[in-house]
């Protein structure tokens, strides 16, 4: 049986976190989706296309992983792309509520589709997109918080542009 699981997010930028659960997912499932969001009510710093660009780099080698772009509702893209799960990292007790939320949400557009959540790993409970623009903004060493294959893209696009 092909299991295909979805993790959505804007990844602006991706962070090392991002790429744990994504790993990890790619690990427990045959195909993982990740979906990078399209908002129209966020100001990303990278475009979409510039999103699944880094991705594509930081996850080199796992095969079973494709990147697309979605708009909408998650639960409706995972009834179109077959998804038959969610993943979503859990940095600390206060995400638990919003994410409980969305899953009993999905769960009620889509009754088929399961959300599944992994804890993050120690080293990276602390960390966001938000605080990797914040330090990258303030000239500050992002080395340990991004894939080192994009970090200087991402250095060289935050530093001093936001």
């Known amino acids: 049986m092909n299991r295909t699981v979805i993790c959505p997010g804007s990844f602006d930028p991706v962070t090392l976190g991002h790429i744990d659960i994504i790993g990890r997912a790619a690990a427990m499932f045959d195909r993982v989706i990740v979906a990078v969001l399209i908002n129209s009510a966020k100001k990303p710093v990278f475009t979409v296309d510039e999103r699944i660009r880094l991705l594509e780099k930081a996850l080199v080698g796992l095969d079973n992983v494709e990147i697309r772009s979605f708009d909408g509702l998650l639960a409706e893209y995972a009834r179109k792309t077959g998804a038959d799960a969610v993943v979503r990292g859990l940095r600390a007790v206060s995400d638990f509520e919003y994410e409980f939320q969305m899953s009993l949400t999905n769960k ?35 080395t340990n918080f991004v894939p ?3 970090h200087d893209e ?5 530093a001093g542009n936001i």
């Open 108 to 142: 009620k557009l889509n009754p088929e589709l399961e959300t599944i959540f992994l804890t993050s790993r120690a080293e990276y409970m602390f960390l966001s997109s938000s605080i990797v623009k914040q330090i990258a903004v303030l000239n500050g060493d992002i």
């Open 148 to 150: 080192e294959c994009i």
């Open 154 to 158: 991402i250095k060289n696009r935050l």
